[in-house]
């Protein structure tokens, strides 16, 4: 099992930059790939950015230049760096795991979320 526990989102200022931490916790040598994601009042869950076991990262076009996501092998942990912070950007910002099973197929396991607030 997978637990994500998120923090550092808060109140930031619009053009302002914030960084969360996503820590993992659990059996985590079956973990594919780590992302963030993001959801806001009447819109559906959007990638924010993922980071495969690899290294390799994925950004929307719209996300690329502003945010990056990295990670610390060592503290079981992974990070979104935001930049540039636009009010559009507000949303509970999520965690995620993508866990590979012993049959090969994959689930993804979710952190609570935490809310980034942008003021204007």
């Known amino acids: 099992q997978v637990q994500l526990v998120e923090s550092g989102g808060g109140l930031v200022q619009a053009g302002g930059s914030l960084t969360l931490s996503c820590a993992a916790s659990?059996?985590?040598?079956?973990?594919?790939?780590m992302g963030w994601y993001r959801q806001v009042p009447g819109e559906q869950r959007e990638l924010v950015a993922r980071?495969?076991?690899?290294?390799?990262?994925n950004y929307p076009d719209s996300m690329k230049g502003r945010f990056t996501i990295s990670r610390d092998l060592a503290k079981n942990t992974v990070y979104l760096q935001m930049n540039s912070l636009k009010p559009e950007d507000t949303a509970d910002y999520y965690c995620?795991?993508?866990?590979?099973?012993?049959?090969?197929?994959?689930?993804?396991?979710w952190g609570q979320g935490t809310l980034v607030a942008v003021s204007s």
């Open positions: 659990g059996v985590l040598f079956s973990i594919a790939a």
């Open positions: 995620n795991a993508e866990k590979r099973a012993a049959t090969g197929e994959y689930l993804e396991i």
């Open positions: 980071i495969s076991k690899s290294g390799d990262t």
